[in-house]
């Protein structure tokens, strides 16, 4: 079985419509939880909070099957909620409360020294995917790109430039999409030997071989019946990889045939997350007003944080089929 370690921007999403519904969410847990359902083992590591939607974010992920032995839910930390709304036909994301309108809390970055712990009770994955820059994730790429993992970077933003640097040049794939580009695009087009992955939203995506200097252009995918897109990208980089990755402990073969086929792959399953709202084939769990504030309003979870509070009562639980 092909093997994923995932670490990054870990969240619960919360989709704001009619009915207020929550699920596991972030780029390195939606990679991790698209891959498993694709027959990956795959597995989510960093560092949640022991609040309720860190218990909850855990508690999905078991029963789906993704692994979260190192998936850490620290007293100390927050777990970032990040808010989905309906806009103009499509989404828009907000990272405030809707009730007290304080922000939610943002991504940190596990304990780096932490990662050597992990590197050595951890078997090297397959793929070593990560999309936020840190000493914990690129303790995790370095060290297991030296046991043989494909590490896959797929950034948000620049950040700290050092660190920004040090990731591209250890990643065999840069994978981004043409909205976050301007704020890194020049830089890693200079720096990076890796193969880049440029996804274009409906104008396809273009692919940077590693040690080339030109671009070539894939036509995208259709998308039929189009819902939500909010989880596109995130299901295009589980179908590149997907496609990729032939077998467990082969080596990854990076070509113009074998990319060709990986792109189409995943600008495929790209295209079949926009049918479906939010980001998984699975339906959310409803949440009322006064189980949010429970469950995720930063100032009652502030006043709450001394005290056993359950993260969600199981009869509340609503799943169907992907």
Same mark, same amino acid.
């Given at each position: 079985?092909?093997?994923?370690?995932?670490?990054?921007?870990?969240?619960?999403?919360?989709?704001?419509?009619?009915?207020?519904?929550?699920?596991?969410?972030?780029?390195?847990?939606?990679?991790?939880?698209?891959?498993?359902?694709?027959?990956?083992?795959?597995?989510?590591?960093?560092?949640?909070?022991?609040?309720?939607?860190?218990?909850?974010?855990?508690?999905?992920?078991?029963?789906?099957?993704?692994?979260?032995?190192?998936?850490?839910?620290?007293?100390?930390?927050?777990?970032?909620?990040?808010?989905?709304?309906?806009?103009?036909?499509?989404?828009?994301?907000?990272?405030?409360?809707?009730?007290?309108?304080?922000?939610?809390?943002?991504?940190?970055?596990?304990?780096?020294?932490?990662?050597?712990?992990?590197?050595?009770?951890?078997?090297?994955?397959?793929?070593?995917?990560?999309?936020?820059?840190?000493?914990?994730?690129?303790?995790?790429?370095?060290?297991?790109?030296?046991?043989?993992?494909?590490?896959?970077?797929?950034?948000?933003?620049?950040?700290?430039?050092?660190?920004?640097?040090?990731?591209?040049?250890?990643?065999?794939?840069?994978?981004?999409?043409?909205?976050?580009?301007?704020?890194?695009?020049? !830089?890693?087009?200079? =720096? &990076?030997?890796?193969?880049? %992955? #440029?996804? *274009?939203?409906?104008?396809?995506?273009?692919?940077?071989? /590693?040690?080339?200097?030109?671009?070539?252009?894939?036509?995208?995918?259709?998308?039929?019946?189009?819902?939500?897109?909010?989880?596109?990208?995130?299901?295009?980089?589980?179908?590149?990889?997907?496609?990729?990755?032939?077998?467990?402990?082969?080596?990854?073969?990076?070509?113009?045939?074998?990319?060709?086929?990986?792109?189409?792959?995943?600008?495929?399953?790209?295209?079949?997350?926009?049918?479906?709202?939010?980001?998984?084939?699975?339906?959310?769990?409803?949440?009322?007003?006064?189980?949010?504030?429970?469950?995720?309003?930063? !100032?009652?979870?502030? =006043? &709450?944080?001394?005290?056993? %509070? #359950?993260? *969600?009562?199981?009869?509340?639980?609503?799943?169907?089929? /992907?």
């Amino acid at each position: 079985m092909r093997t994923l370690v995932s670490s990054g921007f870990t969240t619960v999403d919360v989709l704001m419509n009619d009915v207020m519904r929550v699920s596991p969410g972030g780029t390195a847990t939606n990679v991790a939880r698209a891959l498993q359902s694709l027959g990956w083992d795959a597995q989510l590591v960093g560092t949640v909070g022991t609040d309720p939607a860190g218990q909850f974010l855990r508690s999905e992920l078991e029963t789906e099957g993704v692994g979260v032995q190192h998936l850490r839910n620290d007293d100390d930390w927050t777990t970032p909620v990040v808010l989905q709304m309906e806009y103009r036909g499509d989404h828009v994301w907000r990272f405030r409360c809707p009730i007290c309108a304080t922000a939610f809390a943002k991504h940190r970055p596990t304990p780096h020294e932490i990662a050597r712990t992990m590197v050595r009770d951890c078997a090297t994955p397959d793929v070593f995917f990560f999309d936020r820059v840190s000493l914990f994730t690129l303790t995790l790429a370095e060290e297991w790109s030296r046991k043989g993992s494909f590490v896959v970077f797929e950034p948000a933003t620049l950040g700290r430039v050092q660190l920004f640097d040090r990731a591209i040049k250890i990643a065999h794939m840069v994978k981004f999409s043409s909205e976050r580009a301007p704020a890194f695009k020049e !830089r890693l087009s200079a =720096e &990076s030997t890796a193969t880049l %992955v #440029e996804t *274009l939203g409906a104008d396809g995506a273009q692919v940077r071989l /590693a040690g080339q200097q030109t671009w070539k252009h894939y036509a995208p995918q259709p998308v039929i019946d189009k819902v939500d897109s909010a989880g596109a990208g995130d299901w295009t980089t589980a179908g590149l990889l997907d496609q990729l990755v032939v077998s467990s402990g082969e080596e990854v073969t990076v070509n113009p045939e074998s990319i060709a086929r990986a792109v189409t792959n995943g600008q495929s399953l790209g295209a079949l997350a926009c049918s479906w709202e939010g980001v998984y084939p699975k339906e959310p769990v409803k949440l009322d007003g006064d189980d949010f504030e429970r469950f995720a309003c930063p !100032r009652v979870i502030r =006043e &709450s944080s001394n005290s056993e %509070v #359950e993260y *969600l009562p199981q009869e509340s639980r609503l799943t169907v089929s /992907a």
